[in-house]
């Protein structure tokens, strides 16, 4: 590097350091001076090294080792320690730079500070927690409330129109009719009400536990729907309600999903398990999309594609508090296929 390149990249803001081909520093700007509070000499050679956070510094040189090996561009994350003591999280692009026969001789690293970034994220993410965590609990009420009190109501009511009906004599058929009518209604708002407490808090999740909870939910949407719904599962006792819950509200937004957007006739829900994750499967033969790659991102919507699939966005972030990830699958024509994974021990969220 000559003197005039040198003096102009210390006069940049940004904190820049260059490496060799095998990961040493050979300069470091004077914003990188002056952020970590260390000279010159502290950097070079492997000593760039001992300002970044410990828990990060195996993942730096990886990520390193496998861009120069592969002789493609560098982006690091790591925390790197301030003047004052303080980690704060960088993010580096790095660039190679070659020799006349093209032959890999360095990388040169920009580097910019994204802690407030970071934090504003995670203030995010633990908003998003305590919107799910209200979400949940007030359904919970409401369930128990339309069970317990307007439920409790209604079978009464139930009750008294039926004892009512056998004391009209032979006389009053008209009556009778009209009782009949009532009755049917009765019976058809407390069926729907029970509907609406279990969409809301299902019990069957803790009572029967979450295989036999999904395949009831199969077979309400199979009739609901007019759909041929084929469930397998496997029991699952070790999984947290937290996971549990987030599983079933996937499952009612996919075969939702499946019916009024993808409008398809046969669907397929697989749940399996092994040592560290459990996935659940939605498989659908319905028209398909050709922006799947997009649906979960923010692409999709600014093109005003896919405002039907906003269910499946708000799904992601539940999926991601607890770890986990969501997949979408589509081709036009061919169906989609969604997939929820989550981690068994997981202690990022809690609903």
Request: net charge negative; aromatic share 6%; proline share 2%.
């Amino acid at each position: 590097m000559s003197n005039a390149q040198q003096r102009l990249l210390d006069e940049l803001p940004a904190l820049i350091w260059r490496s060799t081909a095998d990961g040493e520093c050979d300069y470091v700007n004077q914003a990188w001076v002056s952020f970590t509070g260390r000279p010159l000499q502290a950097h070079l050679g492997v000593g760039w090294v001992d300002g970044v956070h410990p828990a990060d510094r195996e993942q730096c040189l990886q990520s390193f080792q496998a861009a120069a090996k592969n002789n493609l561009d560098l982006e690091i994350e790591f925390r790197l320690r301030r003047s004052d003591g303080e980690y704060r999280w960088m993010n580096g692009f790095g660039s190679p730079f070659r020799d006349l026969s093209q032959n890999l001789t360095g990388y040169i690293i920009l580097c910019h500070d994204l802690t407030e970034q970071k934090i504003a994220s995670e203030n995010l993410r633990l908003l998003t927690k305590r919107l799910i965590t209200m979400q949940e609990s007030e359904r919970l009420k409401i369930s128990h409330e339309l069970h317990d009190e307007i439920g409790q109501a209604l079978t009464g009511l139930m009750i008294n129109l039926v004892m009512l009906r056998s004391d009209l004599g032979a006389e009053n058929s008209i009556s009778k009719q009209r009782l009949e009518s009532a009755i049917e209604l009765v019976q058809e708002t407390i069926d729907a009400i029970r509907n609406l407490a279990g969409d809301l808090r299902p019990p069957a999740l803790d009572t029967l536990g979450l295989n036999l909870a999904l395949a009831g939910l199969c077979q309400e949407a199979a009739k609901r729907y007019q759909l041929s719904i084929q469930y397998s599962g496997t029991e699952t006792p070790t999984l947290s309600n937290d996971i549990c819950i987030t599983l079933y509200r996937f499952l009612q937004e996919g075969l939702s999903h499946a019916f009024h957007h993808a409008d398809a006739s046969q669907i397929e829900v697989q749940l399996e398990q092994d040592k560290r994750t459990v996935q659940l499967k939605i498989a659908d033969n319905g028209k398909g999309t050709d922006y799947s790659a997009d649906i979960l991102h923010g692409s999709a919507f600014a093109q005003g594609k896919a405002e039907s699939h906003l269910g499946l966005l708000g799904m992601k972030e539940r999926f991601e508090l607890l770890g986990g990830r969501l997949e979408v699958r589509s081709q036009l024509g061919k169906g989609t296929v969604l997939i929820g994974e989550l981690p068994i021990s997981t202690g990022r969220a809690k609903y």
